[in-house]
């Protein structure tokens, strides 16, 4: 049980920004939510992670919802390198090894 | 390079077979972690370490795989038996501690079981 709830696909176009959605209406109080990506026969690369204020890095920005049952990834300019499958995880934040993976989002980036 | 390497990239087997991947993990991190992924779906956790400690495994690791990390350092992820439903990517991963959020995974060791 993924306990998030993600797109299978979305597209964008390269330069433009990228808002991945992802729901987890169970999430409990201690749990972080982890962003992971994978590109094409690699193991997955991390991405961001928050608990409950929105977060920057210099790969994306996490806006977390107030209620915390919904949080977004954004990715300020889509390249194409930024193709891959992107998955929203909950994760406890003691324990974080036990990661949760879903489906994910398979983004693909247009030129 | 100093990411988390595993051994071998690939693997072809016959049913039956036992088979073993290795797994360096980063320098100095103390998780490790194997997962296994199939076609079209996302990493499953199959159980992780703490310095040389096993102190998590998920219900997917059977009696037919053993998981070591002797001396704290790398890793061995043991198949006795394989079947067919073996046929999989396996993950291993690294972190420095608890409460970091961030995993390093390598590139994976693709089991094919014939």
């Known amino acids: 049980d993924a306990k998030t709830t993600q797109p299978n696909s979305m597209e964008s176009n390269e330069e433009e920004p990228v808002h991945l959605p992802c729901n987890h209406s169970?999430?409990?109080?201690?749990?972080?939510i982890h962003w992971y990506r994978q590109l094409p026969s690699q193991g997955p690369e991390y991405v961001i992670h928050?608990?409950?204020s929105n977060v920057n890095n210099r790969m994306a920005s996490l806006a977390i919802a107030e209620d915390r049952k919904s949080s977004t990834l954004i990715l300020h300019r889509a390249t194409l390198r930024d193709a891959a499958v992107y998955y929203c995880i909950r994760g406890a934040g003691g324990s974080q090894g036990n990661l949760i993976f879903g489906k994910g989002t398979k983004l693909s980036v247009k030129p | 390079d100093t990411g988390v390497s595993q051994d071998p990239r690939h693997k072809i087997t016959k049913r039956g077979q036992n088979v073993t991947f290795r797994c360096d993990p980063i320098?100095?991190?103390?998780?490790l972690y194997w997962y296994r992924q199939t076609l079209g779906q996302g990493p499953e956790f199959l159980t992780y370490?703490?310095?040389?400690?096993?102190?998590?495994k998920s219900r997917l690791l059977s009696d037919r795989f053993s998981a070591e990390r002797p001396k704290g350092s790398f890793s061995t992820l043991e198949i006795q038996r394989t079947e067919q439903g073996d046929s999989a990517m396996y993950l291993c991963?690294?972190?420095?501690?608890?409460?970091?959020?961030?995993?390093?995974f390598g590139e994976g060791s693709r089991l094919t079981v014939l």
């Open positions: 169970t999430i409990s109080g201690t749990d972080y």
């Open positions: 320098s100095e991190h103390n998780r």
């Open positions: 928050g608990l409950t």
């Open positions: 370490f703490q310095n040389e400690a096993q102190l998590e």
């Open positions: 991963a690294s972190s420095p501690g608890a409460n970091t959020g961030e995993l390093f």
